[in-house]
């Protein structure tokens, strides 16, 4: 620690820098680039949508996320402390201070719409395992819409999540994501040389990857902000709290770059998987498409890719039951890290022991989580629109502002050349800090402004 560091409490940091790439992205790499992304693209004008993704995750959620690492170890602790403590000048602080606690407020309702969705995926994996051991009733009731399932499944989901949270970082978060990401990658993969083949790929892979540009609009730019920013798990001080717990030695910005191509490259191969295989579907007289929308926002993951895996007899079964189980555990380093925030908020600032705070959060969570799913028709939408299309970005605005003009040049240089010897005399040093300063927010603030 240096002298100008602001009081630390102790953390259990990741063991190494594989580690925290691999948790880090496990926060990443979830329902975002298989369930939203793909409907992003289908409902939002194919490659014209993903060209647009592509280029606002490198040029502007890269930026960002480095700031928010840096923020959360710089301060070595809990978000809304360390937004607290960020400002040398003391009478920013109430301001910074409410900015964090909206972002934990923000991420709990993230967490809610999760689990639902979450709980979807652990169904459609258990669904297969139901049917084999002679519970066909059982199987399909998983299967199907209904408040029941949607409600006992997210019970689970959420109980999975504070379990793992409850077992700490190292052994909780670390454990998960190492061994997950390789495989689900090879999955895709395999998923995508199945799908390639069948009559109407090509077209939706026409679609996929070459753009029409007229397509490009004021909201299309909102949508695939919004989606960057959900993807990268941004301005809702999850990358913040990772950040504190990651080793002084490490380089940010380099640890931030393998992230964001982590998350970017998977979105894109689930686009790659997902997009032929409704026009697969389509070219197979499953109706998707209702006035040339989606019939449902679920519709991709939960219909194109079930029929797809029917189809394929025997071998469909394995692969769905691989499909789902992984991306149920893809969820799960999610929500671990949307936990992870308002536990280590209240468990340092309140002094709650940290299995009492997750208790409590998990038990606000449900509430809203039980909400979310009676009311479902018009709660459910609007609170995914609203967190991810507006609250994160804005936030992620605030956290840019934060990091650019209430930190000082040579603090912020202090803690991104941690680990990086050569910070100073590099490109990215000389760019990055004017770009969060200016650049990051003239860019949200002109996107979310045009499409309003
Ligand atoms: N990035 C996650 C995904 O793509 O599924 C979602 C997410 C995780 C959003 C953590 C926000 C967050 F704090």
Request: with cysteine; proline share 4%.
């Amino acid at each position: 620690a240096t002298t100008d560091q602001p009081s630390s409490l102790a953390r259990t940091g990741f063991s190494s820098r594989l580690g925290f790439v691999l948790a880090a992205a496990g926060s990443a790499v979830g329902l975002g680039n298989i369930w939203s992304f793909p409907t992003q693209v289908a409902e939002n004008g194919g490659a014209a949508f993903v060209l647009v993704y592509l280029g606002l995750s490198l040029l502007l959620a890269y930026p960002a996320l480095v700031a928010e690492l840096m923020i959360g170890r710089y301060s070595q602790s809990n978000p809304i402390t360390a937004l607290e403590q960020l400002p040398d000048n003391h009478s920013w602080r109430p301001v910074t201070r409410i900015t964090g606690i909206i972002a934990v407020l923000v991420i709990c309702l993230i967490f809610s719409f999760y689990s639902v969705v979450g709980g979807w995926l652990a169904g459609f994996a258990m669904a297969p395992v139901f049917e084999a051991a002679g519970f066909s009733d059982l199987s399909k009731w998983m299967m199907a819409f209904s408040t029941e399932r949607n409600l006992l499944l997210a019970i689970l989901f959420v109980g999975a999540t504070l379990a793992v949270v409850n077992g700490g970082v190292k052994n909780g978060i670390e454990r998960w994501s190492a061994r997950l990401m390789p495989l689900l990658v090879l999955l895709l993969i395999g998923m995508i040389f199945t799908v390639m083949p069948q009559e109407g790929a090509t077209e939706g892979l026409k679609h996929y990857l070459v753009p029409d540009f007229s397509q490009i609009n004021t909201d299309l730019m909102l949508n695939a902000m919004g989606q960057a920013f959900f993807s990268m798990s941004l301005g809702v001080c999850a990358m913040m709290i990772y950040g504190s717990y990651l080793r002084r030695d490490t380089n940010l910005p380099g640890v931030a770059l393998q992230v964001c191509l982590l998350d970017t490259g998977i979105a894109f191969l689930a686009g790659l998987l997902i997009i032929p295989a409704l026009y697969v579907a389509l070219s197979n007289g499953v109706s998707i498409y209702e006035n040339g929308q989606l019939v449902n926002s679920d519709t991709l993951v939960f219909e194109v890719l079930p029929d797809l895996f029917t189809r394929m007899g025997t071998e469909g079964i394995v692969m769905s039951l691989s499909f789902f189980a992984l991306m149920t555990i893809a969820a799960l380093t999610s929500s671990i890290s949307m936990l992870e925030v308002p536990v280590s908020c209240l468990a340092e600032r309140s002094g709650f022991s940290r299995a009492k705070a997750g208790l409590t959060v998990c038990a606000g969570v449900l509430l809203v989580t039980l909400l979310l799913i009676i009311y479902f028709d018009p709660l459910f939408n609007a609170t995914v629109t609203f967190t991810t299309r507006y609250a994160q970005p804005i936030n992620s605005l605030l956290f840019c502002l934060y990091a650019g003009w209430l930190i000082s040049r040579h603090r912020k240089l202090q803690e991104i050349s941690r680990g990086w010897s050569k910070a100073e005399s590099s490109l990215f040093w000389k760019i990055w800090p004017w770009y969060i300063r200016i650049v990051c927010p003239v860019m949200i603030g002109v996107i979310i402004f045009q499409s309003i």
